[in-house]
């Protein structure tokens, strides 16, 4: 099973796809969305204006551009609201759906920023807890992908290593 904790920058992975912490727009904010945009350069900006938006626990895919990697799949997670609108299953949707476009467009390696986790203030342990288990339950059926989990801050690296730990 290829799970892999590392730190640091999403934007600079040398991977298929980069997975991006979006909004529902898709046009930019702040945070690693922020970082992404910046670093692809505008033309994701304006491939990102053509998708007319993303459903919160959807996601859509678009080209790398200036970045290494090939594809940037754009995933809108929940706001954490207290827990009673729905957020987990929406964050769990989320994790699917990008692992799904990974299978559509033939991604072997894919590298995913702690969705939600920032200024959606979703709980960390909850929210990695959830990302562990929707992507080990993939794994079972996609043998071959890789996936690695970026941390940009040491409280979440050190969450999901206990979680990969225990489990
Ligand atoms: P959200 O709005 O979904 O909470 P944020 O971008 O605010 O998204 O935060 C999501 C996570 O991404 C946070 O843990 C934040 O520290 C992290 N992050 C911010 N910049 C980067 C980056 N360049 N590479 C990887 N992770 C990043």
Redesign the pocket.
């Known amino acids: 099973m290829s799970i892999e904790i590392i730190n ?4 600079a992975l040398e991977v298929d796809a980069i997975v991006n ?1 979006a ?1 529902r727009s898709l046009c930019g ?5 922020g ?2 945009h910046r670093a692809a350069g505008p033309e994701l900006l304006a491939e990102c204006r053509t998708l007319g938006g993303c459903d919160t626990g959807a996601a859509k895919i678009t080209q790398g551009y200036q970045l290494a990697a090939k594809y940037i799949i754009h995933a809108v ?1 929940p706001v954490w609201y207290g827990g009673n609108k729905n957020e987990e299953e929406l964050l769990r949707a989320c994790y699917r759906a990008c692992l799904e476009l990974a299978k559509d467009y033939q991604v072997e390696t894919i590298a995913f ?10 709980p960390i342990e909850k929210a990695c807890e959830i990302a562990i288990e929707v992507i080990k339950d993939h794994l079972l059926e996609e043998r071959n992908l890789k996936v690695l989990l ?4 040491d409280k ?1 690296s050190r969450t999901y290593s206990r979680i990969l730990d225990k489990k």
């Open positions: 640091g920058d999403i934007t912490a909004n904010g702040g945070g690693v969305d970082a992404i997670g920023p702690a969705i939600s986790c920032g200024s959606y203030r979703f970026v941390c940009f801050e979440i």
